[in-house]
């Protein structure tokens, strides 16, 4: 599975920003898709989760802000980001489960300043 996250921008603080991930390969084999980040100087961290089922998770630093998707159309899995503070600035990832292993995509820059 080859995972590709596009979408990040510099955003101001309460802005809303929309990231997209585009897999290729054997995405039948995908369990669920995850969106991390990772500030500088810091761990990566599970943000978002969205399995097969459609069913979510969130981090309760973005509950009720953050919105996992699949849009079965475009094939792309789409973290939406409403209300969005300094704090989240980061570079995003999307990451793939299968069942043997987790892929990962290239980052994505969110910044969130004024």
């Known amino acids: 599975v080859q995972l590709q996250a596009f979408g990040g921008v510099l955003v101001q603080p309460g802005g809303s920003l929309r990231l997209s991930c585009v897999a290729s390969?054997?995405?039948?084999?995908?369990?669920?898709m995850d969106w991390y980040r990772q500030a500088p100087g810091k761990e990566r961290d599970m943000v978002a989760r969205?399995?097969?089922?459609?069913?979510?998770n969130y981090a309760d630093s973005v509950k009720g802000r953050f919105t996992v998707s699949r849009d079965n159309v475009k094939g792309t899995w789409n973290l939406e980001m409403n209300s969005l503070k300094p704090e989240d600035t980061a570079v995003y990832y999307c990451?793939?489960?299968?069942?043997?292993?987790?892929?990962w995509g290239q980052g994505t820059q969110v910044t969130v300043s004024s």
């Open positions: 969205i399995d097969t089922h459609g069913s979510t």
């Open positions: 990451s793939a489960r299968t069942r043997d292993k987790r892929f």
């Open positions: 390969g054997n995405t039948l084999s995908i369990i669920y």
